[in-house]
């Protein structure tokens, strides 16, 4: 095929709009071209000659009149038009490849589309002459005779007309510019899959899918990732059937050279020809999807069974869409954050409500009966001095119940504001059991309980490093739950020492005393177990109402030890299977150890 005639068709030189069918396709044929044709700006064909058409039945007149969709014409219509419209208008020939199919088959041909001429402004049409490249037959149609093998194309695992298609459509991409109509257009479509939802998997689900589809990839996945990951996981992947799936699979950047310089750089990186892995890559463009140049996510796409060069085109379309999908997976991020806060402080303000709704009934209970005895001694109802000292005596009870209930509030109150202070010392651990011991005695006689103390085994005395005060305070809220929720068997507090330097107010000390209070009451079913150190959060508020209190003991217990170095744990295996929980606090000085612990039990059977 010559260009000779790409400058100098008019109306008189081609009858492309000749009159008959049969005198266009004889002068179409005149022209040497093993491929000719003429068509309008709408693609409908006005003439048309293909030398071996015959032998596929197509005959000239079963397609003028036909559009290039209906019959023998483009595999991509759309960027083939591109083209043709840039010719009208320039009214500059143009050359490039481009695939052709008809009945189920593949060509490849090299054209050159020209401008028809005319006496008038208008360039209503086009002559378009062609030489065939590359079909997936090697022989003429209707000959028997199949293509010879081709020992690239069997090693590859492709079948011939596999082959044939990827080199074809590879060949549309390469004569696409990178701003070209067609990327656009597969770049808005993604991109707007991707605008519809807010959910961070759909969206990469999304962007793997439209890749995948719009370059032919053999597999596309995506990972998300930060710029201080060490190793990313594939969430969402597109992927051909014969090749190994990579979804789910753990990455490190330490073995994946192409990701890290990905992530480094904040750039493409591709490979076009790599030893074949596990995974059968042969070719390997990885592009980062990034927000205000922050990495969200690594967009890895693979060529397997056989390589492939990526075109400027693609690597410009897949980045400029990465941008869209850096954006939307930080938006996608936001939202959960947002939707989460909201529910947080949507259940903050229900615990809140909840809270304020259990401690007022607390607080009029003994406010109540302060009233009432204080009331029967002002009406004289007390018939002797010993009764009205039983009345004064129970007001004063109440008081300090009161009192309790107000300062756990105060406490939980200072704790949440930052202004909780301690001032950390010596304590005497044998000092801090006993007083526990003489403070709920009354309440372990008044349930029949058995109460049972087991200190560490040392031969000098253990002492603690932290803030007495607050140590009894957890410990009696601690002891004070496990009497108040068991109603058979008892309590065991034990004690163990730890060796294990810890520092705390930059303060270097030996090792830590593990104390823990077990009993045999109620439980926790295992389901609730995470809300019992939340603030303002109770387990269950029916139980609160029937055995009393804020629900705000072990939380304050958990603040408090944590203030002084420590930390606290709860364990229950369930409904009515009793209930252990466990804190540290850290040594003042490491003692000698006993080999035997020693045991001082109190049991109280009344």
């Known amino acids: 095929m010559t260009s000779s005639v790409d400058n100098q068709l008019s109306v008189a030189q081609s009858p492309g709009l000749a009159s008959t069918t049969s005198e266009n396709s004889l002068w179409l044929q005149g022209l040497g071209a093993e491929l000719a044709f003429t068509q309008d700006a709408t693609g409908v064909y006005l003439s048309f000659y293909w ?21 023998f014409g483009p595999v991509a219509l759309a960027p083939y038009m591109d083209r043709v419209r840039r010719v009208l208008q320039s009214r500059i020939p143009e050359r490039f490849n481009y695939p052709f199919r008809y009945a189920e088959q593949y060509f490849l041909f090299e054209l050159v589309v020209s401008p028809i001429l005319t006496s008038s402004s208008d360039v209503t049409a086009v002559l378009v002459m062609g030489r065939l490249l590359q079909s997936n037959h090697s022989t003429q149609p209707g000959s028997g005779t199949e293509p010879a093998g081709d020992p690239t194309v069997e090693a590859s695992g492709l079948e011939p007309q596999q082959k044939l298609l990827a080199e074809i459509v590879g060949s549309i991409r390469r004569t696409l510019p990178p701003g070209s109509e067609l990327y656009q257009k597969l770049l808005s479509k993604i991109a707007r899959n991707i605008r519809r939802t807010l959910d961070f998997q ?26 201080s990951s060490t190793s990313v996981r594939a969430v969402a992947e597109c992927l051909q059937e014969s090749f190994p799936s990579m979804l789910g699979l753990e990455l490190s950047l330490a073995d994946e050279p192409d990701l890290r310089k990905a992530l480094v750089t904040a750039e493409p990186i591709a490979f076009e020809q790599i030893p074949a892995g596990e995974f059968q890559q042969q070719s390997v463009l990885v592009v980062p999807a990034c927000y205000q140049d922050r990495p969200k996510a690594l967009i890895c796409l693979h060529q397997c069974g056989s390589s492939r060069s990526w075109s400027a085109a693609e690597i410009e379309f897949v980045w400029e869409l990465a941008d869209q999908v850096g954006t939307a ?70 008081a300090l119940h009161l009192l309790n209930l107000i300062n756990d509030v105060l406490d ?32 372990v006689q008044q349930k029949n309980l058995f109460f049972q103390v087991q200190k560490p085994g040392t031969y000098d005395e253990c002492i603690l490093f932290g803030n007495y005060q607050r140590l009894l305070q957890v410990m009696l809220n601690l002891v004070g739950n496990s009497i108040k929720f068991t109603h058979s068997g008892g309590v065991s507090v034990s004690a163990e020492v730890v060796r294990q330097k810890v520092i705390v107010q930059n303060r270097e000390l030996p090792g830590m005393v593990r104390v823990r209070v077990a009993d045999t009451g109620i439980g926790v079913p295992l389901e609730k177990q995470h809300r019992l150190f939340q603030s303002f959060s109770q387990v269950d508020s029916s139980r609160t109402r029937q055995y009393g209190g804020t629900g705000l003991g072990l939380a304050i217990s958990q603040k408090l030890v944590e203030a002084m170095g420590g930390s606290v744990h709860f364990y229950s295996m369930g409904e009515g299977l009793g209930s252990t929980v466990t804190f540290t606090v850290p040594l003042y000085q490491e003692p000698v150890i006993i080999c035997s612990p020693h045991t001082d039990a109190i049991d109280l059977f009344l």
Do not use: W
């Open 51 to 71: 030398q071996p058409a015959e032998g596929y039945g197509l005959l000239p007149e079963q397609v003028v009149g036909l559009t290039l969709s209906q019959t």
């Open 202 to 227: 759909t969206i990469c689900q999304q962007t793997v899918n439209g890749l995948g589809q719009a370059l032919s990839l053999s597999r596309c996945i995506i990972c998300p990732c930060s710029s």
């Open 329 to 398: 997976l930080a938006h996608a991020t936001l939202y959960k954050e947002l939707q989460a806060a909201r529910e947080e402080a949507e259940e903050a303000s229900r615990l809140k409500s909840e809270f304020l709704a259990n401690t007022s009934h607390e607080l009029r209970t003994p406010l109540n009966g302060m009233i009432g005895f204080l009331k029967l001694i002002i009406d004289g109802m007390a018939d002797d001095p010993e009764e009205q000292e039983e009345f004064l005596r129970e007001a004063y009870r109440s």
């Open 412 to 443: 939980i109150a200072k704790i949440e504001a930052g202004k909780m202070h301690l001032e950390l010392g010596p304590v005497k651990l044998d000092e801090l059991f006993k007083d526990v011991g003489d403070l709920t005695q009354a309440q």
